[in-house]
């Protein structure tokens, strides 16, 4: 996720590979919601932008501005 930010900080896009996407998808579905949104942990989810990529819709469910 930090790779994510780091690449979007320098105004360039990134996408997940397919198989990392999957890990973490399966990761995140693994943690209750109360668990990743409590302080310190991932902000409430954003809206993604229309026709996401899955990397965009990941990130927005973990709280990241994707637009």
């Known amino acids: 996720m930090h ?3 780091l690449h979007r900080s320098c105004g360039r896009s990134a996408e997940l ?3 990392l996407q999957v890990f973490c ?6 943690v209750p919601e109360e ?3 409590r302080p310190g ?3 409430p989810a ?3 932008p229309e026709n996401p ?3 965009d ?3 927005a469910f973990l709280g990241r501005n994707v637009d």
């Open 53 to 55: 990529s899955p990397t």
């Open 25 to 30: 998808q399966e990761l995140i579905d693994s």
């Open 3 to 5: 790779g994510w930010d």
């Open 57 to 59: 819709r990941l990130m």
């Open 46 to 48: 954003t809206t993604p």
């Open 41 to 43: 942990g991932f902000a």
């Open 35 to 37: 668990a990743m949104r």
């Open 17 to 19: 590979p397919a198989d």
